[in-house]
C-alpha cells in the first residue's frame, strides 16, 4: 500500500501548487524569495514562482512601482470599438461592486478601466493602473495581466503572489483576447478586486468575458476576411496535403503544412504566393523550394484586389529531394553566375541591377554589411558585360592610399573597364566633392560606350554630402537582408559547403539546415559563410549536426547581446548539448533553477534539437 499512498501524497501535492494558498504563507515564502533564501515551493504555485523568477531576472523593483506613462494612447481600434460594448454590459451587471474591468493592448498598455467602487478607484490610481501605463511583466513583475500576456493563457494572482508589495491588497484574473481569424493576441481583458473579496468565479467571469469580446470580434470581421477563414476550411475539408491562407498581413497553416514543410520551404511558398495576389492567377504554378522539392501551387484568389485581397493555396508536392545523408546534394539554383536563390524578393533585386547594367545606368547598390552586394555587382559584369574587366576600389581605403582618388581617373579614362567604388559613404565631406567632379567629368555626351560605374553603401543617404555624388545615379537598388528572404538559406549553405571542401564530401543534416534556416543572420549571407567556415574546422566530411553549429547560432536573440549574456547564453546552449536537451540536468549542472533555464533559453531564443 506504500506506493499508492505515496502517489496521492504526490497528487495531493502538485494540486497545492496550482491552488493559491493561505496568505501568510504565500507571504512568508515571497519574502524569502525575494531575500534569495532557500524556500518550499509547496506553498507557491508553480506558474507564479516562474514568474517571480523572470521578474527577478528583469530586475524588477518589489517595493515600488516604476513605469513610463504613455500620454497619447490609440483608443480607436478594432478591439476597443469591439470590446466597449461588451465590456459596458458587464459593467452594468457587476453595478457597485467593487471590481475593476480592465482592458489592455498585446503589450499590457492599459486602454480603459471601469470601477465600481472609490475605494478601489484609488488605489488602482496609486499603483498606476491606468489608461496609459503599461502592466508587463517588464515593468511591473507577476500579475494578472503581464503574466498572462507572458503565458500565452488565463493567470489568476491573488494578493501576495503579486511580486510588487503595492499590489497585495488586490487580487486580479486576466486572460489574452485571440484574433478570430489569425489566432494571434490582440490584448487582455483583466478583473481586479480586492484580495478578501476575490473567489474561484473571477477566473470564469474573465474568461468568459475575454470570450463575448472575441465572439464580438468574429462577428465585426470584413465580409472579406470571413470569405478567406470560409474557403480555407472549405478546401480544408474537401482536399488532403497542404493548404494555407494568405493576405497581406495574416496566414493561417493547417497541421500538414506545418508538419511536412520545413521553415525556409514555408517562406518561400509564402512569398510566391503574396506575389501572386495582385495578379488573380488561378492556374497552377510550380515553385522550386530551397529544399529541393518541387511544389505545385493551386491559388484560390478570394476579395477584391483593391480592399486588400487574399488567397486560399493548396499545394502538392511533386518531387522530394533525396536525403542528406545518402551524400546526394542538390545543385542549387543560380539566377546570376556564381549566384544561388530562389526567393522573389532575391531574383527582383537581382533583376533590377542586371537590368541598369545592361542599359549602362549608373548605379548606387545600398544594402546591410554582409548581403552580398560586391558579389552582386560581379555577378551582374559577368552575364551582362563579360567582355569588360570589373574594376573595384574600395573607399574606405581612401585615407590610407595614397593617390586612391588618381585610381578612379586612370580607370575612367580607360573607358574599357566598369567601376565599382565600394563603402562610398565612408568619404568625407571633401572627398565627396572631389569624387562626384571626377565623376562628372567622365560623363561625354553622346558616347556610344560609357564606362559603367556603380557605388556600393550602407544606406542611401539624403545628407547634402553626397546628394550632389548621388545626382549623377539615376537608380538605386536596396539588396535585401537574408532575413527576408530566409527561404534562401538552405541554397546558400549548400553553395557555400561546395566552396569550403570538395564537393558532396559534407553535407546538413535537415536539424542542422532548421536551426539555420530559423537564424536571424544580423551579418547577412558574409556571417552563414564564416559560420559554415567555423564548422569546417572540426567536421569536414558527413552531415553538420545541430551540436556542431558554434552557440550563436543555436539561439536567435532579438536584441543584441554583451560580452557576458554571449557568455551565459554559450554556457546554457554548452550544457543543454551536454543533457541532450533536458532541462534539469542541464540547470543543475549550471547551478540555477529550471525557472531561470526557462528564462535563459526565451531571453537568448535557444532553440534545441529533437531529443
Known sequence: MAAPRAERRATLTAQRREEPASADLVARDRLLFL????????HVRSAILASWQRSRDLKIAADKILQDHTPEVDLDTPLTRTAAPVLRQLRQQLD???MSIILTDPAGLVLSRQTGDRELDRCLDNVNLAPGFSYAEEHVGTNGIGTALEMGGPAYVFGHEHYAEDLDRLSCAGVPIRDPIGGRTVGAIDLTCWSRDAGPLLMTLAKNTAEQIRQALLAGAGAQQLELLQEYLRLCRRLPGI????TGDTVILND???????????????AHARESLTGRRRRPVDVDLPSGAVA??????????????GAVVHVKLERSREP?????RSTPRMPLPGLVGSDPLWLRTCRQVETASRSGDWLVLCGEPGVGKLALLQAVQLRSQPIRRLEVLDAAESGSTPGWLQSVRDVLAERRSSLVIRHADTLDRVQLRELAAALGSARRPGEARPPWVALTVAHPGDDPDTAGLLRLFPMT??????RLHAGDVPSLVSFFLGQLGPSGSLTCSPEAMGTLARGTWPGNAQQLLEVLREVVRHRRTGAIQPEDLPPSVRSGSRRHLNLIE????DAVVQALTDAEGDKTRAARSLGMSRATIYRKIHDYGIVLAPR
Not at 493548404?243 to 494568405?246: K, T
Not at 537598388?477 to 537574408?482: D, F, K, Q, T, Y
Not at 554571449?566 to 547564453?569: L, P, T
Open 35 to 42: 531575500t534569495a533564501q532557500p524556500l518550499d515551493p509547496v
Open 96 to 98: 457597485d461592486q467593487p
Open 243 to 246: 493548404v494555407f491562407a494568405v
Open 256 to 270: 500538414q503544412a506545418r508538419g511536412r514543410l520545413d521553415p525556409a520551404d514555408q517562406t518561400a511558398l509564402l
Open 296 to 309: 505545385r501551387m493551386f491559388s484560390h484568389p478570394v476579395g477584391d484586389v483593391d480592399a486588400g485581397a
Open 324 to 328: 542528406e545523408r545518402s551524400g546526394h
Open 477 to 482: 537598388v536596396e539588396v535585401p537582408p537574408l
Open 566 to 569: 554571449a557568455m551565459q547564453r
